[in-house]
């Protein structure tokens, strides 16, 4: 953990004002208290964000980081570290076990849309669809978005409910959109 803090702090200083600017011309939101660079992948993005931490390592022990490094574009939904202690106890290590590589690629990849999805349009397709609208993953996943208030709710295929609580976090391959709990294929 410390490496790999101070490794994100290290780019961040050799980047420096070029990196500022990337944030400020955006107009993107912060996440877990870092700026998220709309010229930055998602995973350059994810790394530096102190609430994907848990996020990030699941990523890197799914073999999904060159995947979501990729062109895209990707809407990922973005479960905080919060949304992954909610789980039951030692659901996440276990799953970080070499032999749940399967299983943790199926729930990870059923947070990833093959397309670059703002709130917006997902509110649009809402409205179209009559208050609900399928939302099919790359991992085989449909999840149902509506809307409670002026927030997008995912509904996903056991019946579990994620809020987006920070929307249309721009990335060079797509968007993210951090919500508050783990998204669960039907198994």
Do not use: Y
Not at 7 to 22: K, M, P, Q, V
Not at 23 to 47: L, R
Not at 85 to 111: D, F, R, W, Y
Request: glycine content about 8%.
């Amino acid at each position: 953990m410390f490496v790999k803090s101070v490794f994100a702090t290290a780019l961040i200083l050799a980047a420096g004002t070029a990196f500022a600017e990337s944030h400020a011309m955006s107009d993107n939101p912060m996440v877990g208290g870092a700026p998220m660079f709309a010229d930055k992948t998602i995973v350059e993005n994810a790394v530096n964000s102190a609430d994907h931490t848990t996020l990030v390592a699941a990523v890197m022990a799914a073999g999904l980081v060159e995947t979501l490094s990729g062109e895209g574009p990707f809407t990922v939904f973005a479960p905080t570290n919060d949304a992954f202690a909610a789980l039951p106890e030692g659901t996440v290590e276990t799953l970080l076990m070499p032999e749940n590589l399967e299983t943790l690629q199926k729930i990870l990849t059923c947070h990833v849309v093959a397309a670059n999805a703002m709130s917006d349009a997902i509110a649009g397709m809402i409205a179209d669809d009559g208050g609900m609208h399928p939302v099919p993953t790359v991992g085989g996943c449909t999840l149902q978005a509506a809307m409670d208030g002026d927030m997008i709710t995912l509904t996903d295929e056991t019946g579990g409910v994620a809020t987006v609580t920070i929307a249309d976090v721009r990335q060079s391959n797509g968007v993210i959109h951090v919500i508050d709990k783990v998204l669960l294929p039907a198994m």
